[in-house]
């Protein structure tokens, strides 16, 4: 018997029609790209890039906002602080601390790299299904433990998350209200340690129930994607880009 995963991709109809391997490649490749830039102007086409293709994919400006608005607090804090510990060209003064020139550049450039990277891998990468994103990594080649254990924790993260607010919910039912006090830290404590626990005990459980159905260690990839003759154009496409702005990088 053998464990065989295959479900289909639900996403936009003008990236479903390439390779999912071409999609992890064009977004490693840009990537590699995009952190070789330092120039402001290259890395602000960059990102006008990656927001085309999230716009061309017709993924939504709010839905954008909302997966970077965690990592747009960090862009923020690095751009107050940053140019105050890069020495250089005096830009600004605060008391004893001078903001340098150079170091609002360099602020400039890892936000701009910082946005166009994440931008673009959820466009390319956050719409593929994690079935899918699964089986092209392993048409690439990559080693099988990183597969599985890529494929189980995206599955089971849901599972311990039931776990978590059933055991939530149990100190509820028991008039528990959190406080600073150490009653509150020692119960918070016992969660995490029954989570954990309770984890085990279910992965013990999930290892026997995949030994039964006759799993030996290995998911056997039976969806095969075919790489086509657009996937070759998309792909020399994305090599060309990459070059032009190296090139530009280098000339400039």
Known sequence: MQLTLIEDEPGNDRLRQ?????????????????????LIP??????????????WIGLSGSLLLKRLLVMEGFMIALLV????????????????????????????????????IVILLMALIGTLEPVVLGHALGQLRLPDKLIHLFLFTVR????????????????R???????????TWRTFGWLVGMLLVRSLERSERILAAMKCR??????YL?????????????????????GTLLLLEQTL
């Open 81 to 116: 602080m940053l140019p105050f510990s890069v020495p250089g060209e005096s830009l600004l003064t605060l008391g004893p601390f001078n903001a340098s020139v150079e170091g609002v550049q360099r602020a400039l450039q890892i936000v701009l790299r910082a946005n166009a």
């Open 214 to 219: 006759g799993f030996n260690g290995r998911l």
């Open 156 to 171: 089971y993260i849901g599972v311990l998350f039931d776990e978590y607010r059933r055991l939530r919910l149990a100190m």
């Open 222 to 242: 039976v969806k095969q994607n075919i790489w086509s003759r657009h996937d070759t154009l998309a792909l020399l496409l994305s090599l060309s880009l990459s």
């Open 18 to 38: 390439f390779d999912p391997r071409l999609r992890l490649i064009a977004a490693l490749l840009f990537a590699l790209t995009v952190v070789s830039l330092h």
């Open 42 to 55: 290259l890395l602000l086409l960059t990102l006008l890039l990656a927001l085309g293709m999230a716009w």
């Open 173 to 183: 039912a028991r008039a528990f209200v959190a406080g600073s006090n150490r009653h």
